[in-house]
């Protein structure tokens, strides 16, 4: 900043200078912005806050949100708040300040010393090494890397090189506290305390220059432009220094407020943004550093209530505001919504501008008038309501020969600008006039009017007095018609209650083409049409979107990004090549094929937007009419940059946090491992989805909602986690946040451990593997005979039972197999676990010997089977899978085929472990129910993912069992999924006549 010549402006005193501001800030713009209410969205104690009265707010580098209270200091990410100090409770953080400095230190100033934070490493200056409990208020980073803090007992600073240096002995400041520090670019500060400002510099305090001299009064912060400009927030007002002037620019008069404590200035916006005890205020700043008259922000426009504590930006623009009642967060300032507060908390179905300076909107209770030079005022109903024998307009149209035409639901009226009455415009006779839904001025001049019982009625000739009509004799598929559109090519489209129907030439000579839900419409009831730059009809209807190409109709909706179904109306925008699309669910923008969504969050006075209510006014700006008031917006909005940001935030293994800086090495044991993460969408948090993967586990990126991630009984192996973060449009376009790890093998998984385990072993399994061998070949032997005596049985039941055994011969290899498979897999292993699984299998051989023979066996000795097969079950998996089983005594000594029972227990307890992460529970139940053997099989996981008649084919066990019940009892096998259970279940008569043979 100059400062060669000396000149001071001091607040004036005059009253009548005063007086004059006022009166001007009252009927120019000074207030805006009252009345109005904006996208705000507002945080405290309900969404996380430890307390509401939030001091202090940052940004830091990597997108997190810090906000600091008297109770403590909390991080946010866009969806819930965090403690970084949460592993510190001892420490006591009663945040004034923070920032961060270049060395990505974030600093925090408290009422007992300052802590430097960085990616969790914590260094707390407590007493800044000269006093303890020193409340420090501000703190700034100097040009030379070192950092200054303004303490209630003078200045201190930190040297780069880790030395403290105290000043604390101010001239003429008897208590000595700092409040604010601010450094030119000579490294001069210039310090803000209860008494008004002083300078230092070098190593002394020094009085300010003349110019320079303020009132003995608090001074609360300091803001410039990063040019000649500098703002001074003091608890009188706001003052301006601008070549070697200081000039006060007003207090609460002017802003609202007189303990002027925020400051921010918007260098794109030309604003200076100012918080103080009733509010905010924003004022436009002048390239010479003039000011115009500033707007005011209160509660009405959705503000907390209370002191303005700090005001700052976050990397996407947005503005929040520290406040005395919790946090505001102003997501943008392009949407102005009226409602209440400009009498409109009702639908609005049409807008128009007949005049210049005015917007009619069109309403449930008549026609109201926004006053564009007084956008904070009441809009005024129009005195030629009275005229209208039903209140509830459906739309406005002005056309060019000075006609402003009003659709009732009693009929068409018109009026002119500068007249208070409407005049009726009949369009029947000897009877009742029609519900009047849209009107349309076409390229020849003729008004169509599209009614609800009618049809669409033709206005033509001079005074409009000619009137034709369109209905069903025509070819409209339906009386009712919601809108009328003329393409381009100049033909008609009317969209109706029974499809869209198009005109293509004149009346007379034409008949209508009709497009229905049968040529690839959406649905029928046809709401809204437009053409777009590239001279496609976009139809919206009630259940959808739907764009007419050469081959037909390409839909658009959920699955393609559309939020909302009924699109109430449709607006191209061709400056920036945009469809603007209204719907129940708010208003959506197609650019780009990428969609931007919008409703209440963004300033939308509500979600449910009305038939044809949309109108894209003189100055660029698009009304939208909904349920609860207007909405106008700036189409030129800009798309969301890119993707949120995503980091990792936690690595957890068995409830231990592991550093996310290193690359850790776990051991076999730690492989149940929780990874966290965040994606900093401060816009649209709700809208945040997540892809993941994990090298080494997963081949293909998985689609998530939630936060985190979790695995459980990993194998040993190098990992590395990906994640990406989608924005509110599903757009993945960044870098994935990645982590990576290992997981050591276990001592008995090593080679030369395996090597000596798999050479001690290797007789007993050769000598298992020729008795199982000699076994199966018994078996093909059985097997092949009772294929040949089945061939050669001509009796029926002769033939099912060879039948019968040919499929329980099936059975018995397979299960075997699986058996011999699970010795084999813990031989590699677990040898101890191995031995005493080849010890169970002599016994379980020993168990189904009689059931081979024969192919029947009793429910008891299935049981058993059971019992001894889940024994060795429960040896591989002892943490994942439990069993119980229930079975009458008195059902034990029933016949019942051999190895019905236990492929199903099998089949529950293998892919049950293997589709889960959770703990499997299997349970076996029998029961006699009305004569019947009743048989269960359940285990908890998912349900299957592909028909059950999939599992029931020849070579599965299901199948097998299945074809046996069949041939046996008639009966089939049953599968159900209740209650997060899988069910598996069938019935057997109790007496089979087999039992007696």
């Known amino acids: 900043m100059n400062r060669a010549r000396v000149t001071a402006t001091h607040r004036p005193t005059a009253c009548m200078r005063r007086v004059l501001f006022w009166t001007l800030c009252q009927w120019v713009a000074a207030c805006a912005l009252f009345g109005q209410r904006y996208a705000f969205e507002n945080l405290s104690i309900g969404q996380g806050l430890p307390q509401s009265a939030v001091r202090t707010l940052f940004q830091d580098r990597e997108g997190f949100l810090w906000f600091g209270t008297p109770a403590g200091v909390r991080r946010y990410d866009g969806h819930q708040f965090q403690n970084p100090f949460a592993d510190r409770p001892h420490i006591p953080i009663r945040a004034n300040f923070i920032t961060q400095d270049n060395q990505d230190r974030v600093w925090i100033a408290t009422d007992r010393g300052a802590i430097a934070w960085q990616a969790g490493q914590v260094t707390y200056y407590r007493g800044l090494k000269y006093r303890k409990n020193v409340v420090v208020n501000h703190i700034l980073e100097g040009r030379y890397d070192e950092i200054w803090f303004a303490t209630n007992d003078g200045i201190s600073v930190l040297t780069p090189f880790g030395q403290f240096e105290h000043y604390q002995k101010i001239p003429g400041v008897p208590r000595a506290k700092v409040n604010a520090l601010w450094q030119d670019e000579k490294a001069v500060l210039t310090v803000g305390t209860d008494a008004g400002l002083i300078q230092f510099e070098g190593s002394q305090f020094r009085p300010p220059p003349a110019w320079l001299n303020l009132p003995k009064i608090r001074i609360n912060s300091f803001c410039d432009n990063g040019q000649e400009t500098l703002w001074i927030a003091t608890e009188a007002g706001l003052y301006m220094v601008r070549n070697q002037t200081t000039t006060f620019l007003g207090a609460r008069d002017e802003f609202g407020g007189s303990d002027i404590r925020a400051l921010y200035y918007d260098a794109a916006g030309g604003f200076l943004w100012l918080g103080h005890e009733n509010g905010a205020a924003r004022l436009a700043i002048n390239d010479d550093g003039s000011s115009g008259f500033p707007a005011k922000l209160t509660i009405a ?552 023979l024969d192919g029947w066996s009793t429910v008891g000795a299935e049981i058993r089977l059971i019992d001894s097969y889940m024994e060795i079950q429960l040896l591989r998996f002892p943490d994942k899978l439990t069993y119980a089983s229930v079975c009458p005594q008195e059902l034990h000594a029933t016949k019942i085929p051999g190895f019905i029972i236990q492929p199903l227990v099998e089949n529950a307890c293998v892919h049950g472990v293997k589709n889960t992460l959770d703990a499997v529970h299997v349970s076996l139940n029998c029961a006699l129910v009305d004569d019947a053997i009743h048989v269960s099989v359940v285990n908890n996981g998912q349900p299957l993912r592909r028909p059950f008649s999939a599992f029931l084919s020849e070579d599965h066990a299901l199948g097998n069992i299945n074809k046996r019940l069949k041939l046996l009892y008639n009966q089939e096998l049953q599968y159900n999924y209740e209650e997060g259970n899988l069910i598996f279940s069938f019935h057997m008569r109790h007496n089979h006549e087999s039992d007696h043979r």
């Open 301 to 852: 426009n959705g503000l907390h209530e209370g002191m303005v504590y700090q005001i700052k930006p976050d990397q996407e623009g947005r503005l929040w505001f520290a406040t005395h009642t919790g946090v505001s967060k102003l997501n943008n300032m392009v949407n102005f919504s009226f409602t209440e507060p400009q009498n409109l908390g009702l639908d609005v179905w049409s807008i128009a501008q007949p005049e210049a300076d005015s917007v009619w909107l069109g309403t449930q209770d008549g026609v109201r008038k926004l006053d564009l030079n007084q956008l904070h005022q009441a809009a005024a109903p129009w005195p030629g309501n009275r005229d209208l024998p039903n209140p509830e307009v459906r739309f406005l149209l002005t056309t060019e020969d000075g006609w402003t035409w009003i659709g009732t639901r009693a009929g068409l009226w018109r009026t002119r600008v500068g007249w208070a009455r409407a005049e009726p415009f009949p369009l029947t006779q000897n009877e009742p006039q029609p519900f009047v839904r849209h009107l349309m001025l076409d390229r020849q001049g003729m008004l169509w009017v599209a009614t609800d019982n009618h049809g669409v009625l033709q206005l033509s000739g001079e005074g409009r007095q000619t009137i034709r009509t369109l209905g069903p004799k025509q070819g409209l598929p339906a009386q009712r018609v919601f809108c009328s559109y003329q393409t381009e090519d100049q033909r008609l489209w009317f969209g109706t209650e029974n499809g869209l129907a198009c005109l293509d030439g004149e009346l007379e000579i034409s008949r209508l083409r009709v497009i229905d839900e049968e040529h690839g419409l959406p649905y029928n009831r046809v709401l809204s049409l437009v053409e777009d730059g590239r001279q496609q009809l976009w139809i919206g209807t009630g259940f959808g979107l739907a764009v007419m190409t050469e081959d037909g109709f390409d839909r658009v909706g959920w699955h393609q990004g559309l939020q909302g179904s009924a699109v109430t109306f449709l607006v191209w925008h061709q400056k920036t090549r945009a469809l603007w699309i209204g719907h129940n669910e708010g208003l959506s923008r197609l650019q780009d094929d990428a969609f931007r969504h919008f409703n209440r969050r963004h300033g939308l006075a509500y979600e449910e937007m009305n038939v044809n209510a949309a109108w894209l006014a003189r100055d660029d700006m698009l009304w939208v009419g909904c349920r609860l008031g207007v909405n106008r917006i700036n189409p030129n909005i800009e798309q969301p940059a890119g993707e949120p940001p995503v980091y990792i935030t936690a690595f957890v293994s068995d409830n231990r946090s592991l550093p996310l800086d290193t690359h850790n090495v776990l051991a076999h044991d730690q492989n149940f491992l929780r990874i966290e993460f965040s994606g900093l969408n401060f816009s649209r948090p709700d809208m945040t989805r997540f892809r993941v993967k994990l090298e080494g586990i997963d081949e293909t990126w998985r689609e998530i909602d939630s936060r985190s991630v979790q695995y459980a009984g990993l194998p040993s192996g190098k990992y590395t986690f990906l994640v990406k973060a989608g924005n509110e449009n599903g757009a993945y376009l960044g870098d994935a946040a990645r982590l990576s790890f290992t997981i050591e093998p276990p001592i008995w998984m090593r080679p030369w451990f395996i090597g000596m385990v798999l050479f001690s072993i290797v007789l007993l399994v050769w000598r298992r593997m020729t008795d199982l061998k000699q076994h199966n070949e018994e078996l093909s032997r059985e097997t092949t005979l009772l294929q040949e005596k089945v061939a050669a049985e001509k009796e029926i039941e002769l033939r099912q039972e060879a039948e019968i055994r040919l499929l329980h011969s099936q059975m018995n290899p397979h299960f075997l197999q699986n058996a011999l498979n699970t010795a084999i897999y813990f031989a590699g292993n677990n040898p101890e676990k191995a031995k005493r699984i080849l010890r169970k299998l002599s016994q379980i051989f020993r168990m189904n010997h009689k059931a081979t």
